[in-house]
């Protein structure tokens, strides 16, 4: 979560009496990062949450990452990734779907049948869950993070999430990008601060209509 990106997390291995950030560089890692989404949509529309981020430092970011939080309007606890809190009593679980995640950030998988140039937030041919990682691409310990491979100075990478909305209604999703899963290395913009933003994604109730047509193609309405 982002919290455990500004905090740190200092659990030793299991047996092994090592802690788990022994590897982890400390300093700060100088990034940029830009995000998109459409922010008016429908029930059962599938879109792309999409953040890139580019290494604009001398030094090589160990595990560049984008950790996620959902909340309503006004405040309150945060909810995992792509969910809602019900605020409920009784419930053993609070959180519920307001995206299915089809699709999870992880290019670096693509191989076999998958292409070459194959760029996951613009591919739609065959096979693309495999190429992808589907659901567990890029998933980390952390339920709210995703992280890919090391990224080297002036390099970039692009984090994609194909989900489907399933619940209406108007929810904030805020997003901060990291350079290491420990907390030693921190990814930080050009005025200092943590790389961050939101989205304010308002879901109507009526779903998005689709019909096929004579060659045979899935066709969306607005």
Avoid at 35 to 49: D, E, F, G, K
Avoid at 81 to 97: C, D, I
Avoid at 105 to 133: I, K, L, V
Avoid at 134 to 146: E, K, S
Wanted: hydrophobic share 35%; net charge positive.
């Amino acid at each position: 979560m982002i919290a455990a990106l500004a905090t740190g997390i200092t659990v030793s291995a299991c047996g092994s009496g090592a802690r788990q950030d022994a590897s982890e560089p400390t300093g700060n890692f100088q990034v940029s990062a830009s995000a998109h989404w459409i922010t008016s949509q429908r029930l059962s529309q599938h879109s792309v949450l999409v953040i890139r981020v580019t290494n604009t430092g001398t030094k090589t970011i160990p595990s560049p990452s984008v950790s996620l939080t959902d909340n309503t309007p006004g405040g309150g606890r945060p909810a995992p990734a792509f969910q809602r809190l019900l605020h409920m009593p009784g419930l053993a679980n609070q959180a519920r779907p307001v995206w299915v995640v089809d699709q999870s950030p992880d290019p670096a998988s693509a191989s076999g049948p998958c292409p070459h140039n194959f760029n996951a937030e613009t591919y739609t041919g065959p096979n693309y869950s495999t190429c992808s990682g589907a659901p567990g691409g890029a998933v980390t310990a952390y339920a709210n993070t995703w992280a890919l491979p090391p990224l080297a100075p002036g390099n970039s990478v692009t984090f994609a999430w194909h989900v489907t909305a399933v619940q209406s209604g108007t929810y904030i999703v805020n997003w901060q990008v990291g350079a290491g899963l420990n907390g030693k290395a921190k990814a930080v913009s050009a005025s200092g601060g943590a790389p961050r933003g939101s989205f304010r994604i308002t879901i109507a109730t009526a779903p998005q209509q689709a019909y096929v047509n004579n060659g045979g193609q899935v066709i969306t309405t607005p």
